[in-house]
């Protein structure tokens, strides 16, 4: 059985292995989210970047709130 002091090693690893699939998918999902966003609008690029700066905004402050309530 795996305890906190027993082998830090493994902990290191699984933290590192677990911030790479966060950053995979979160980068996997902007990339997406743009695409759709690219394919439903017509308009130029300029409001893609507005959409997406909003939503990474977005996102933020639901961070910030669930840091500060828990």
Do not use: E
């Amino acid at each position: 059985m795996l305890t906190a002091g027993s082998h830090p090693y493994i902990w290191t690893v699984l933290l590192l292995a677990g911030v790479f699939l966060g950053k995979f998918v979160t980068l996997l999902g902007y990339s997406r989210f743009g695409s759709h966003i690219k394919q439903k609008s017509t308009s130029s690029t300029d409001s893609l970047n507005r959409y997406i700066g909003i939503t990474l905004i977005v996102l933020s402050v639901v961070q910030l709130v669930k840091l500060l309530v828990s």
